[in-house]
């Protein structure tokens, strides 16, 4: 059973746009939610994250809104640049085990010059 | 800072032989390791959670005694995939909890790919 899905499994954006990820989770209990960026034949790095208190978290050209009512979550990357063409996995964990991420299967994304 | 890297990055053996794949911590100390495996195009799985010094915890439908996994120091992890089917190729990946840092972090290491013939 699928706790976080990343419905779209690609997305092309033209270099100097919004980029926008979505993520979704069914786990209630997940208070803890991360994005993670991961090129080929490479682990994943982490890129920023948001705590269930807070409904937007942002990091310079990345913002990560959480909308808890929809259990829905979102990545903006404003502006795109290629080299953020990437995989990028949302992931979600919650207080009672920390220990354990579950992750969304990816969304490939690719900016376009 | 935080680097984890993983050896070897890409392995083919032959079915019924076993594989070791070593996960470390370069410039941190790390309780706790986990153990995850990808499909093309899914998700990450988490197999198991290695803490030093003690047994791995291994997530439901894990054979334990298929995927041995020994966490001997702060700094190193093992996985051996023993007696390795086709069936177990796949992309395993490690990752790494500091031991001062924010519970919630995790240091992926870069990945092995397994190829059993």
């Known amino acids: 059973d699928q706790q976080v899905k990343q419905n779209s499994p690609s997305l092309s954006v033209q270099e100097g746009r919004i980029s926008i990820l979505n993520c979704d989770y069914t786990?209630?209990?997940?208070?803890?939610f991360l994005w993670y960026k991961k090129y080929p034949a490479e682990g994943p790095t982490f890129l920023i994250s948001i705590s269930s208190i807070k409904d937007k978290n942002e990091d310079g050209r990345f913002t990560v809104f959480l909308n808890k009512s929809a259990k829905h979550l979102s990545l903006h990357i404003v502006p795109s640049q290629p080299g953020d063409s990437a995989v990028y996995f949302c992931a979600a964990s919650g207080a009672y085990n920390f220990n354990k991420f579950y992750f969304g299967s990816g969304t490939k994304l690719n900016v376009k010059p | 800072g935080a680097v984890v890297s993983q050896h070897p990055s890409w392995v083919i053996c032959k079915s019924g032989t076993s594989v070791k794949i070593e996960c470390r911590s370069l410039d941190f100390q790390a309780t706790t390791m986990f153990w995850y495996r990808q499909f093309p195009k899914q998700s990450l799985m988490l197999m198991a959670t290695?803490?030093?010094?003690?047994?791995?915890?291994?997530e439901q439908g894990v054979e334990k005694d298929k995927f041995l996994i020994n966490h001997a120091s702060l700094t190193l992890s093992t996985l051996t995939v023993t007696s390795a089917h086709p069936e177990d190729s796949s992309f395993y990946i490690c990752?790494?909890?500091?031991?001062?840092?924010?519970?919630?972090?995790?240091?992926f290491g870069p990945g092995t790919r397994l190829t059993v013939t």
């Open positions: 786990n209630s209990m997940f208070d803890y």
């Open positions: 290695s803490n030093e010094g003690s047994k791995a915890t291994y």
């Open positions: 990752s790494a909890r500091d031991a001062q840092g924010a519970s919630y972090e995790q240091y």
